[in-house]
């Protein structure tokens, strides 16, 4: 979706757009998306929301914001197509 012709002119125009916004937000992109765990016999599952400490809920939320200005640039068709092709993974 976001390779072509033009991917390196998108990808630094996003880049400034997202970190003029918010730059946790640009670091959930660079990083990845952050999940608090805990362990439960001897297993790491996610943490729920009033588990998280608040660090971990910043984390989870800039994590959001990435994804609601990344997916606000797409169209109706982008959107879904890119939907259909993570979720086909």
Do not use: Y
């Amino acid at each position: 979706m976001f390779e072509g012709e033009h991917f390196s002119f998108w990808q630094k125009r996003m880049e400034i757009f997202v970190q003029s916004i918010d730059p946790g937000a640009w670091n959930a992109i660079v990083k990845g998306p952050f999940i608090p765990t805990k362990k439960v016999n001897g297993e790491l599952i996610p943490k729920e929301w009033d588990e998280m400490r608040d660090d971990e809920k910043r984390k989870v939320q800039d994590d959001q914001k990435a994804k609601n200005i990344l997916t606000s640039g797409l169209s109706f068709d982008e959107f879904f197509r890119t939907a259909r092709c993570k979720s086909a993974k």
